[in-house]
T-cell receptor
Framework: AQTVTQSQPEMSVQEAETVTLSCTYD???????LFWYKQPPSRQMILVIRQEAYKQQNATENRFSVNFQKAAKSFSLKISDSQLGDAAMYFCAYKEGNDYKLSFGAGTTVTVRA | EPEVTQTPSHQVTQMGQEVILRCVPI?????FYWYRQILGQKVEFLVS????????KSEIFDDQFSVERPDGSNFTLKIRSTKLEDSAMYFC??????????????FGPGTRLTVL
């Protein structure tokens, strides 16, 4: 089974500053996909960003970007210009190319200080 | 923007009772999923469903669980005889995946199940 590890249970960032969340994963597959989901207090999980393993270019989505290091099996999320609405639990998730299920990390709680 | 909806938002039941959690996936999606999140723990995959049958299930998804698409819009998770350890947030998700298995899974807001 694939293992997704988020080593930071909590992160705090000042509003307008940048925070980076780490995620590592363990796989022997070459075809897979990685995701970051945001879970605000309302509990609904919202996709933040996704990355296909075959793409070398790091995905970006407005203020969110990833640093995908395939050889190191690392997939970190950078939140730039942090806003109060970014406060949430962030989950890293992995999916094999021909599989159905997502495997989630334990999550990182992000708090944003005004 | 289309979204996955789930009802009820909170379900309280007595141990041993049957519960049915309901989900309405995004209308043009073909793949449906259930996940659960026990308080303070990881989100865990339960089951995926396509073309009216289970395509994959985890070891958590034992004989106490079943899924069904009773009509063209609803997708349900039934727990036949609930146990205390079934208390969790249950998330439904759906995806399109018409071309490949890469498509994103969109999640509903969840149903909090409390078993007393």
């Amino acid at each position: 089974a694939q293992t997704v590890t988020q080593s930071q249970p909590e992160m705090s960032v000042q509003e307008a500053e940048t925070v980076t969340l780490s995620c590592t994963y363990d796989t022997s597959e070459s075809d897979y996909y990685l995701f970051w989901y945001k879970q605000p207090p309302s509990r609904q999980m919202i996709l933040v960003i996704r990355q296909e393993a075959y793409k070398q270019q790091n995905a970006t989505e407005n203020r969110f970007s990833v640093n995908f290091q395939k050889a190191a099996k690392s997939f970190s999320l950078k939140i730039s210009d942090s806003q109060l609405g970014d406060a949430a639990m962030y989950f890293c998730a992995y999916k094999e190319g021909n599989d159905y299920k997502l495997s989630f990390g334990a999550g990182t709680t992000v708090t944003v200080r005004a | 923007e289309p979204e996955v909806t789930q009802t009820p938002s909170h379900q309280v039941t007595q141990m041993g009772q049957e519960v049915i959690l309901r989900c309405v996936p995004i209308s043009n999606h073909l793949y449906f999923y259930w996940y659960r999140q026990i308080l303070g723990q990881k989100v865990e995959f339960l089951v995926s469903f396509y073309n009216n049958e289970i395509s994959e299930k985890s070891e958590i998804f034992d004989d106490q669980f079943s899924v069904e698409r009773p009509d063209g819009s609803n997708f349900t998770l039934k727990i036949r005889s609930t146990k205390l350890e079934d208390s969790a947030m249950y998330f439904c998700a759906s995806s399109d995946q018409r071309v490949s298995s890469t498509d994103t899974q969109y999640f509903g807001p969840g149903t909090r199940l409390t078993v007393l």
